[in-house]
C-alpha cells in the first residue's frame, strides 16, 4: 500500500507518546472489561459495561480501516475517522483512542476541544498549520496565548487536554495526520457548531452581549449552522 511504512510509523509514534500522557479515564481493575452494546440499557455507567470475559474474543480488540482515506468533501475540507471505543469495545476502561484526520487542500479541522483528553498528533503527509490557546489568565489583564507550529511529515504535537486546538492544511496537496487522545470515549465540542448551532439556540442578545456585534451578524452565523 502506498502509505504502509509511514502508516507504520505514524502508529508506533502515537503509541509510544500515549503510553507517556497521564489518561484521564478510571484505572482498570482487571485485565480488560470489553464494552458491550448497552444503547438500549436503562442504566447509564461512567463508561461500558463489561462484556463476559468468557465470551471475549480476538474481534473484541481489532479494528480495521484506517489505512482509507476519508471523504474531505465537506464545508470545511477535513475528515476524522475515529477509534475510540464506540467502534472498538477492547478500548472499554484502558484510557486510550485514536483517529485519523484527511485534509483537503487549504483543509480545516476547526478549532475545537476534547474535554477529557490530551491528544497527541503525528503528520504523516502534507503541511499542516497547527495551535492551541491557553485558558483564561488570571490575570484579567492579559490575554489567552496562542501556540502555533507548521509540522511536516514526522513531526508531533501535543494538545493538553481541554484546550481549544485546530489543524489547517496549508500545502497545496492533501494531508493525512494520526493522533492519539487519552481517553477511550474523549468528546469534541466544535466551538463554531456548539455556539451557533446548538438546539435549541442560544439566545441572540446573549451571542449580541458576548461577541460585541450587531444582532444581524449572530442571526448570520446561526444560519450557517
Known sequence: MKYSIRFLLAVAL???????????DPSPLQDFCVAVNDSNAAVF???KICKDPKMVTADDFYFSGLNKPGNTSNSV???????????LAGLNTLGISLVRIDYAPQGLNPPHTHPRATEVLVVVEGALYVGFVTSNPANPNMKNKLFTKILHPGDVFVFPEGLVHFQFNVGKKKAVAFASL???????????????????PVSRDVLTKAFQVDKNVIKYLQSHF
Open 45 to 47: 455507567v461512567n463508561g
Open 77 to 87: 475540507g477535513s475528515r476524522v475517522t475515529q477509534v475510540t471505543v464506540n467502534q
Open 14 to 24: 502515537v503509541g509510544l507518546a500515549s503510553s507517556l500522557v497521564y489518561a484521564s
Open 182 to 200: 487519552s481517553s477511550q470515549n474523549p468528546g469534541v465540542i466544535t466551538i463554531a457548531n456548539a455556539v451557533f448551532g446548538s438546539d435549541p
